[in-house]
């Protein structure tokens, strides 16, 4: 399929910020991504390559970052929302060996009935960390559970609001504590700073918002 100049652009501009993002997200998210552009563009091979091979040198500052808020939570149950599937994958190996049982609950979540199994185990407490995505972040009723990560931020303050909301909820009876993750001189950076920039937008045009966000 042929593309115009300007298609061809936006195209190129997507897929750089999409290796952005997973290199945000972790080492693992990274890997994966370049690993899949291997395969798919023969004529950067030598230097995904070489990409790739001190991708899997890295120590993710933003893991060490949350395992260190962990530490400090101690045994409280939390949600932890990202937007990589590799990274959710890595952070429940992380969470089951050094801090709890953890389960990942994301769009593709085999069947309804294990969907709603991890929820009701996650409630019942035999569950201590949900890792989630945003395809599975809507219609969560998790009023029970007080803490929540925003390991990867979203570039829409709507979509952290729902993210939020699924806590932060009628019948909540603790303080919410949220933690947003962000790594400097990253595309986390700049996310952060189109998120204060929308909502600093919205509170001129519309008024305020929810003091949450």
Same mark, same amino acid.
């Given at each position: ?9 936006? $195209? ?13 997200? %972790? ?11 291997? #395969?798919? &563009?023969?004529? #950067?091979?030598?230097?995904? @390559?070489?990409? $790739? %091979?001190?991708?899997? @040198? $890295?120590?993710? %500052? ?19 929302? /990202? ?24 769009? =593709?979540?085999? %069947? ?11 409630? #019942? ?18 009023? &029970? /559970?007080?803490?929540?990560?925003? +390991?990867?931020? &979203? ?12 806590? &932060? ?8 504590? $949220?933690?947003?993750? /962000? ?6 950076? +700049? ?8 909502? =600093? ?13």
């Amino acid at each position: 399929k042929q593309f115009s100049e300007a298609q061809s652009r936006a $195209i190129l501009i997507f897929q750089a910020i999409s290796i952005q993002q997973s290199i945000s997200s %972790s080492p693992k998210a990274a890997i994966r991504t370049l690993e899949k552009r291997y #395969e798919t &563009h023969p004529n #950067e091979r030598e230097a995904l @390559k070489e990409i $790739i %091979s001190l991708a899997k @040198k $890295i120590e993710s %500052s933003k893991i060490k970052l949350l395992k260190q808020v962990l530490k400090e939570v101690k045994k409280e149950q939390a949600v932890i929302f /990202c937007l990589r599937k590799a990274t959710a994958e890595e952070l429940k190996r992380i969470l089951d060996k050094e801090f709890g049982k953890s389960e990942v609950y994301s769009g =593709d979540v085999s %069947s309804p009935s294990k969907r709603k199994k991890i929820l009701e185990e996650f409630k #019942e407490g035999k569950i201590q960390y949900l890792v989630a995505t945003d395809a599975a972040a809507e219609g969560l009723n998790l009023q &029970h /559970c007080n803490i929540l990560f925003n +390991y990867d931020l &979203h570039w829409n303050p709507m979509k952290i609001e729902q993210r939020i909301g699924r806590v &932060h909820r009628f019948g909540q009876e603790k303080d919410v504590t $949220i933690f947003n993750l /962000c790594v400097k001189d990253t595309i986390d950076d +700049y996310v952060l700073h189109v998120l204060f920039q929308k909502i =600093d937008l919205f509170t001129m045009t519309i008024g305020g918002m929810e003091t949450i966000l």
